[in-house]
């Protein structure tokens, strides 16, 4: 006999039962509704993309195989440096050089030497022998002073890393000796806070940066003026040497046409980059060896170092554009702007000759970020299919969780698995087609045809993937906002492409008729077939003389407004033409 207490636990049970099935029951429609409707809408979003003539098949953007002998990573050392993981002969020796990068290339890092001697006298007074007698109070004796101490220390170069290299030899600098007349003598402070507003107003190096300089008394109310002992650029060319043989294997190896890696191209988690994170590494050190090549007036040895710097970069075509596209592009971005920045130091103090500018400007005409990046972009599509038709549940766990993960553990594995297996997959869907339609608006902001970026466009993208956060696009969000970024910065690098490009052809001009032009035009034929637009806009890059007898070359930007190109502006994109 079943009892009342019985029947009433059989009751609870069979409506907990009920409960749990019609739970289950709602769960099981939620999915399949939600894979339904993002399949669909991926379906009818990649019938719309195939309209436009986008290809949406991974395969047919794989590189083909090339014969070995034909191929640059055929070659032994090449695999072992550029390829796979762990350390390498190369890896190694540019860790020996970190010291050096870090500013422990200083022999006597506790050593000072005195680079200008400054004395005070009344108006009028005697002024000892050997000084440069200055008014405390004229406004260009500030800009006169940096003068004399720029002489004093000679000629150097920055780094790409900061530092300055130069090319006398300590025992070599012979102080500055300068006499400021004044009623009433500054205190060091003034006399501080005088010097480094003269070097800001002279476009001069500025010693006081990080403290290099000091002002410190020297007796009888006069002063001395100290700094670190510099390193002479021979030094860190001999320093930088012991690459030499690498860089020789290197050179010879990219006589061959080719660059392809042995791997399965159509694996979108094949591992074939990480190696490649060394190059903009050996780009820095490529440019600080170009740089004293062009210190020591050897512009032939500096370009054959940039060229090696710019031949590198062919590596990257073994990286299939339908899977690493934006890595691409951003790592020979990185690697264009540390070279650009030699180029520019080499402009400023006059060390290029013309058979070397003539050829980078070669290669320069080469570089097109804009095809490169927009070529990306319409083949993102193919991509985004290609890797989340087929990303496993703990891989789509990792892509969502990892920005808020720290570090990886088999907990963090755990939870990354678990919600991979509970995120419905037509989230999955409706996310790729909002990444997929993220791409197709991006490659519409720019038309590499007739070379211009639309910066509303890609503003206009970035703002559209941060709107109304929802699980239909919390995955393109950050993909959106990161693209978005790379175009703007794509823009700037291929802005200072086109001004490093004009800049050249200028100094040309120079060397021909010792000054620079009037206007761009005079450039055509001789120095320039054609003259490069502004990617903001498509109109001419602004250019002018400048009073000093150097010019001022400048893009509007990307706030696509004329802000005048100040030095420095962050609006304007200004080729600094300050020489040195």
């Not at 170069?157 to 900061?162: E, L, N, S």
């Amino acid at each position: 006999m079943i009892t009342a207490s019985q029947s009433k636990r059989w009751r609870i049970l069979r409506r907990c039962l009920v409960g749990v099935a019609v739970l289950l029951t709602l769960i099981a429609t939620f999915y399949t509704e939600e894979s339904w409707r993002g399949k669909r809408a991926w379906e009818n979003c990649k019938r719309a993309l195939e309209a436009k003539g986008i290809k949406m098949d991974w395969v047919e953007d794989i590189p083909a195989p090339v014969p070995d002998e034909q191929n640059v990573l055929a070659v032994p050392e090449m695999q072992q440096w550029f390829v796979g993981r762990g350390p390498t002969v190369l890896s190694a020796r540019l860790e020996d050089l970190a010291d050096l990068y870090e500013g422990g290339d200083t022999n006597h890092p506790s050593t000072r030497i005195v680079v200008a001697e400054v004395a005070f006298s009344q108006p009028g007074a005697n002024s000892p022998a050997g000084f440069t007698v200055l008014s405390y109070g004229d406004p260009k004796a500030k800009a006169e002073v940096a003068k004399q101490i720029e002489e004093a220390v000679g000629t150097y170069f920055t780094d790409p890393w900061g530092f300055p290299h130069y090319l006398r030899r300590p025992e070599e600098i012979q102080p500055a000796k300068i006499l400021l007349q004044c009623q009433t003598a500054p205190s060091a402070k003034e006399l501080e806070q005088f010097l480094t507003n003269g070097f800001h107003s002279a476009g001069a190096v500025n010693l006081y940066e990080e403290e290099n300089a000091r002002i410190e008394p020297a007796g009888n109310g006069s002063y001395q003026v100290t700094m670190p002992v510099p390193g002479p650029a021979a030094e860190l060319l001999a320093r930088i040497a012991v690459l030499e043989p690498q860089f020789a294997v290197m050179r010879q190896a990219l006589q061959r046409p080719y660059a392809r890696m042995v791997g399965d191209y159509q694996n979108p988690k094949a591992d074939f980059d990480p190696a490649f994170l060394h190059m903009p590494h050996l780009a820095r050190v490529l440019g600080a060896l170009a740089q004293c090549h062009l210190l020591l007036g050897q512009p032939e040895e500096a370009l054959r170092d940039l060229t090696l710097s710019q031949d590198l970069c062919r590596l990257l075509e073994s990286l299939p554009r339908n899977q690493w596209g934006l890595l691409v592009t951003l790592v020979h971005e990185t690697v264009m702007a540390i070279d650009i920045g030699v180029i520019a130091d080499g402009l400023r103090r006059h060390a290029w000759r013309e058979p070397q500018l003539a050829a980078l400007q070669e290669q320069l005409k080469k570089i097109n970020f804009v095809s490169d990046l927009r070529q990306s972009s319409l083949k993102g599509p193919a991509r985004i299919s290609h890797y989340y038709e087929n990303i496993t549940p703990s891989d789509l766990g990792d892509a969502v969780l990892g920005h808020f993960i720290e570090e990886s553990n088999a907990w963090t594995h755990l939870k990354a698995s678990l919600a991979g297996h509970l995120i419905p997959r037509g989230w999955v869907y409706q996310n790729m087609v909002q990444l997929a339609n993220g791409c197709q608006t991006l490659s519409e902001s720019a038309d590499s045809s007739c070379q211009k970026v639309f910066p509303k466009k890609v503003d206009a993208a970035g703002i559209m993937a941060r709107s109304h956060p929802s699980p239909y696009n919390f995955m393109a969000i950050g993909s959106m906002r990161r693209n978005s970024g790379v175009f703007r910065k794509n823009a700037q690098v291929q802005t200072e492409v086109h001004e490093a490009l004009i800049a050249c052809a200028l100094e040309r001009y120079r060397l021909a008729h010792n000054s620079y032009p009037e206007a761009l035009d005079a450039l055509v034929p001789q120095f320039l077939d054609k003259i490069p637009p502004d990617l903001i806009g498509g109109q001419p890059l602004h250019y002018h003389r400048t009073g000093d007898g150097n010019f001022l070359l400048y893009s509007v930007g990307w706030n696509e407004k004329d802000d005048g190109g100040k030095p420095g502006s962050e609006d304007d994109w200004v080729w600094d033409d300050t020489v040195r």
